[in-house]
């Protein structure tokens, strides 16, 4: 069974940079493709960026974050981070890892089997 820990939300100026963390366990990371996805109130969930199982995975962003948002994986620790960089307001919202056992890289909830609790983002302006 596969549990996912976020940490690193809390609360960030507009133009700041803040990073997520979410810790896999219960399955070594390299054989899962892992994701972030985000939430706003009243809003539904939406993909950020993933990356894909293997030594060899590819990454995946919203074209709207690419810019801005960063993914690093460090396999031996099992961790996959989001580095997120000139925060806007609107990126306020409760972030949520997400793990998939597909080799590719989903961009819906549907496509992830295993979520973490969710860690919140709040960037004030």
């Known amino acids: 069974q596969v549990q996912l820990v976020e940490s690193g939300g809390g609360l960030v100026q507009a133009g700041g940079s803040l990073a997520l963390s979410c810790e896999a366990t219960g399955r070594p990371e390299n054989e899962l493709t892992m994701a972030w996805f985000r939430q706003s109130l009243g809003e539904e969930r939406e993909f950020v960026a993933g990356w894909s199982s293997g030594p060899d995975g590819t990454t995946r962003y919203a074209e709207s974050l690419e810019d801005r948002f960063i993914l690093s994986r460090e396999y031996m620790e099992n961790i996959l981070r989001l580095h997120m960089s000139r925060s806007q307001p609107g990126d306020t919202a409760t972030y949520y890892c997400?793990?998939?056992?597909?080799?590719?890289?989903?961009?819906?909830?549907?496509?992830?089997?295993?979520w973490g609790q969710g860690t919140q983002v709040t960037v004030s302006s």
């Open positions: 997400a793990a998939s056992r597909q080799s590719r890289i989903g961009l819906t909830v549907s496509d992830y089997n295993y």
